[in-house]
């Protein structure tokens, strides 16, 4: 699934906010997951929260800055572990590397533990196109495979799909009887899957962490599969964005602490997976190969524009997304790319470029809170702020803007210049609006842009006079009190 | 205007005054914005303090200003002065004036809206409501997620109106189950917003700024906004 239908978001986000199975899904989850972060936290002083947030964002900062140097600490470690790393440009690049190593060991399966980087790449159609079937072992994302789909949530994959509908799922594709039960369906997916971990002949990952020092990859799973994924097959790959990067190893416990607590709540994940090359002679198990694809697609355009490389400090905790009065009315499937929620607004745009992406900057009140619950302190907001200045800024083909809109700020800005327009446009609306207002409000406003509004609010007319005006003519003079 | 005068403050509206400019800041027209902002600033231009009467306003001349006008060091140390002498009301009259009870009466249950750049760009939120407990026979009844958004966002409100709709209508479902009467807010674009729904849906409640809450008490002269009959 590559980078498309972002453009969509207008039509997507009111056909979402229209959708009642949608609606019920967002209720149930995303209060949970707001309410787990907010308990999770209750162990921390906040100030003792800030600073953790504080040096993570910091090392990010200047990991990213020096990232050149850590992608190559990471490719003499690996290599010095036994394993081999590759970059890619692109996603196209990334899938030949998979292909051409699944093929070398003549690979006919490949099990899959959950990656939001193999999404981007669209590597599940890439693997089918070339006879490899691929099979992906996280539960969520097992379901939106059968299903089809992109992962609706970065962390929770599957959130959309009520029970019955994973039976059906399950129905259709592994011929097992419906059931509501839920221990029943994950029992169902259990043995779905536990046949294909022991056939399997590549596993594939993604990657939380790359620790540089020790050439280390580090996996945060609930489910086993990741641990499965990684050391039952003769092969391990593992696909990593090259922001994912950290220097040392001691690193990772401040990660680690903040990840799971901004995610879902959690102290510490059921599953955590230092994984440094493959099997050595002295080990009883764990794949013969090991290699490590570190993939750019687009990270580069965040990397070397200073204004955007913060938000490649993203651990992809999906706590913005939670927070967000906007991800929690639409969605993620609104959002058109396999990001979604205010980091997605982000990082789509920039990855994809603004033109396949340009409404997504104006995604979002700025209400700040992303800003708030983010573990690096990445300044959402601001980011989104400076794509709307660009998107403005750009080519026709790049504007999210429509003509009217623009005609729209040209007279908000000539209006607001001087006193004296502002009265005559006031005097203008005063004059329009009466035939439209009815008790002092405005049920309709037959206007381009501005109509929206009436759709499910109301207007204020203007007042009769103007607070300058009641101020010159009655309160001036009136002195104190 | 009346509170602060209420509170010994000799009070000027600068006549020429129009808009801070974050209409266009926010939708990403810089250049308009800048040029709307540096009228603001002419015109209040000199030491006396600068009190704002919402929060994201507040925050534009307070905060983005300083953004706005990063590239230019004369304008920078011009915003930078602005920005220090200007406080959003409830600021203003709590850690300037130090007054939280300004002699306001109101008979009522009231919740409060946190609006979202007040909160989270200024960090004012004890403020208000130490006003509002301030107000003889007022009762301030939190509403569940009072700091969460109420779906305005400036153009966001007319760009994709369904989401915006939607993101108020759990708003008023909060403020419905606080069971006050009176929804208050510092911010003129959540409570134009609120007020709207509240009006359409024909719902009971009304959303009032806290100045008119300060404001009444018997004998003050206080616009009611319409309370239209359902």
Redesign the interface.
């Known amino acids: 699934m590559t980078l498309v239908k972002s453009s969509q978001f207008r039509k997507a986000s009111a056909a979402a906010v229209r959708s009642p199975k949608i609606q019920i899904a967002l209720d149930r989850v995303m209060d949970h997951f707001v309410e787990a972060r907010a308990h999770a936290l209750e162990e921390f002083p906040p100030e003792s929260w800030e600073q953790m947030r504080e040096r993570a964002s910091a090392i990010k900062a200047q990991t990213l800055e020096n990232l050149d140097y850590y992608l190559d600490l990471v490719d003499r470690n690996v290599q010095r572990n036994g394993g081999q790393v590759h970059f890619a440009a692109d996603a196209a690049e990334a899938n030949r590397i998979v292909v051409d190593i699944a093929k070398s060991v003549g690979a006919k399966q490949a099990i899959k533990s959950k990656s939001m980087v193999s999404e981007e790449m669209g590597l599940n159609q890439v693997l089918e196109r070339e006879g490899i079937e691929p099979v992906e072992t996280d539960l969520g994302e097992y379901i939106i495979q059968l299903a089809h789909e992109t992962p609706f949530h970065i962390i929770a994959p599957a959130m959309h799909k009520s029970r019955e509908e994973v039976s059906d799922l399950f129905h259709d594709w592994l011929k097992t009887a419906p059931t509501d039960d839920i221990r029943q369906l994950c029992m169902i997916a259990r043995s779905a899957l536990r046949e294909k971990f022991a056939t399997a002949d590549i596993g594939i990952t993604g990657a939380n962490f790359v620790v540089a020092e020790t050439g280390t990859v580090v996996l945060v799973t609930n489910e086993g599969n990741g641990r499965m994924t990684t050391s039952v097959p003769r092969v391990h790959v593992a696909i990593s964005g090259i922001e994912k990067v950290i220097p040392a190893i001691e690193d990772v416990a401040l990660f680690l602490r903040l990840l799971p607590r901004s995610a879902t709540g959690q102290r510490i994940t059921s599953y955590n997976s230092f994984i440094s090359g493959p099997r050595a002679p002295s080990d009883e198990d764990g794949p013969e190969e090991f290699h490590l694809i570190l993939v750019d697609n687009g990270r580069l355009n965040l990397l070397k524009d200073p204004e955007f490389r913060e938000a490649l400090k993203c651990i992809r905790c999906g706590a913005c997304l939670n927070t967000c009065p906007v991800y929690r009315k639409v969605g993620g499937h609104a959002y058109g790319g396999v990001y979604s929620g205010p980091i997605g607004a982000v990082v789509t745009p920039m990855m994809a470029g603004i033109k396949d992406a340009k409404d997504l900057p104006h995604a979002s009140t700025l209400c700040g809170s992303c800003r708030d619950v983010c573990p690096v302190k990445i300044d959402i907001p601001k980011l989104l702020l400076r794509l709307r200045q660009r998107e403005v800024g750009g080519s026709a083909s790049e504007r999210s803007s429509t003509w009217t809109e623009r005609l729209l700020m040209r007279r908000w800005r000539s209006t607001v210049l001087t006193r004296a327009a502002l009265e005559r446009s006031a005097s203008l609306g005063r004059f329009l609006q009466g035939p439209i207002t009815r008790r002092n409000r405005i049920r309709k406003l037959p206007v381009p842009v501005l109509g929206g509004w009436t759709k499910a609010r109301d207007f204020p007319p203007l007042a009769p006079k103007s607070f300058a005006t009641i101020w010159r003519d009655e309160l001036a003079g009136d002195g104190r009190g | 205007?009346k509170v602060l005068?209420?509170a010994?403050?000799?009070v000027?509206?600068p006549?020429?005054?129009?808009?801070c400019?974050q209409?266009?800041?926010?939708?990403?027209?810089?250049q308009?914005a800048r040029?709307?902002a540096l009228?603001f600033m002419d015109v209040f231009d000199g030491d006396e303090p600068v009190v704002v009467p919402s929060g994201s306003c507040a925050s534009m001349i307070k905060i983005f200003y300083l953004?706005l006008f990063a590239d230019d060091p004369v304008l920078l140390e011009r915003a930078q002065r602005l920005s220090e002498r200007t406080h959003e009301f409830s600021d203003f009259l709590v850690n300037v004036l130090e007054v939280e009870n300004v002699g306001a009466a109101f008979g009522g249950t009231v919740t409060y809206h946190d609006a979202?750049?007040l909160l989270?760009?200024l960090h004012i939120s004890a403020e208000p409501r130490a006003l509002i407990e301030g107000v003889s026979g007022a009762e301030l009844a939190e509403m569940t997620d009072s700091?969460?958004?109420c779906?305005?966002?400036?153009?966001?409100?007319?760009?994709?109106?369904?989401?915006?709709?939607?993101?108020?209508g759990e708003k008023l479902e909060n403020i419905e189950a606080s069971g006050a009467e009176v929804v208050v807010a510092n911010d003129c674009g959540c409570l134009?917003?609120m007020?709207?729904?509240l009006?359409?849906k024909g719902m009971r409640q009304r959303a009032m700024h806290i100045a008119e809450l300060l404001a009444s008490q018997s004998g003050l002269a206080v616009g009611q906004p319409?309370r239209?009959?359902a």
Request: charged share 30%; hydrophobic share 30%; proline share 3%.
């Open positions: 205007m005068r209420r010994g403050v000799d000027t509206f006549a020429d005054q129009t808009c400019g209409v266009g800041y926010n939708g990403g027209f810089e308009e040029e709307v009228h953004d979202c750049h989270r760009e700091d969460r958004c779906g305005f966002g400036g153009l966001f409100s007319v760009k994709f109106p369904e989401v915006s709709a939607a993101i108020l134009m917003h007020r709207g729904a009006s359409r319409e239209p009959e």
